[in-house]
């Protein structure tokens, strides 16, 4: 199969058109068309219904669109890894909650870099349960996370070693024009608009557990945007869009030149954890053991 034929199909189904695709992919129709054929003997069944005027895709497809996608980076990320492969350098793939890449994770790779030189981290953001799932499955030998510090620890078996790589804390913060919506005892009103987790991500259920105000849709008077992503969700708190609760480690830049205003005297902070967990792979352990006694 030649890899071009899946690019070929991705713009296929974002035109929705053959002239448009072939265009875009700077060759003639009946070029783009003999290349879709191709990969249509390659499947072995139609996937494009060819009519006069037009041309109907099989919704495979579409339903498969992600997969195609993902198969593109992962066979890129192959090639790179397989021609620039240098025996002496060493691997190591860690999953990562979002809000640590911004945070610790340079802080990691900094110290990294400086102590192991032939070192390489492959990086796999995601989610908190989704990094749990592919340390599991063996996607990634390192997992950074939050955790906070009076839950029990992950009930992992003795294969699996805990560090601590440091301290957090969420903290309600508003920015923008939202700033003069404080009122003299230090609160805001009730009906401030508000950016929520989703229900059932990690920072959701900790501070629904924490009951803690205009943390979830159950909290707050007027939800106004809801993300899992807490770097976008800093982002729009900076322009006033909303309320909401951050990783002190993202947003202290901000509050000290003032673009955000801390709200912690008035609504609190919770306390989190910077968890590495690690295989117990003889390297790796080395590995952390020394960028634990370097980190800041």
Not at 130 to 146: K, Q, T, V
Not at 148 to 171: C, H, Q
Not at 287 to 295: C, D, G, L, N, S
Request: net charge positive; with cysteine.
């Amino acid at each position: 199969m030649d890899l071009q034929w899946l690019d070929d199909v991705l713009i296929l189904l974002e035109e929705k058109n053959m002239t448009r695709a072939a265009a875009r992919r700077h060759i003639t129709q009946p070029a783009f068309s003999r290349r879709i054929k191709s990969f249509e003997d390659w499947v072995g069944i139609p996937l494009l219904e060819r009519k006069a005027n037009k041309v109907e895709l099989s919704p495979s497809l579409f339903a498969n669109e992600q997969e195609i996608r993902s198969l593109i980076v992962r066979v890129t990320e192959l090639r790179n890894r397989v021609r620039h492969f240098k025996p002496e350098r060493i691997n190591v793939s860690i999953a990562s909650q979002h809000a640590l890449i911004f945070s610790s994770f340079p802080d990691i790779a900094t110290i990294t870099q400086r102590l192991f030189p032939s070192l390489n981290f492959r990086l796999r953001a995601g989610n908190r349960g989704d990094c749990i799932s592919m340390f599991l499955r063996g996607d990634a030998s390192m997992l950074l996370c939050y955790e906070t510090p009076s839950a029990n620890r992950m009930p992992f078996d003795e294969s699996i070693k805990r560090s601590t790589w440091g301290s957090d804390r969420l903290v309600p913060v508003i920015g923008g024009s939202l700033r003069y919506w404080r009122q003299e005892n230090g609160e805001v009103p009730d009906d401030i608009p508000t950016i929520i987790y989703p229900e059932q991500s990690y920072f959701s259920e900790l501070l629904s557990t924490e009951n803690s105000a205009f943390s979830v849709r159950s909290k707050t008077a007027n939800p106004a945007y809801e993300s899992a992503y807490s770097a976008g969700i800093k982002e729009m708190v900076v322009r006033g869009l909303g309320f909401a609760w951050l990783p002190m480690s993202m947003v202290y830049k901000e509050v000290e030149n003032g673009q955000l205003v801390n709200l912690s005297e008035s609504y609190g902070t919770i306390p989190l954890t910077i968890s590495l967990y690690t295989k117990s792979d003889k390297k790796i352990l080395e590995i952390v053991r020394a960028i634990t006694m370097e980190k800041p």
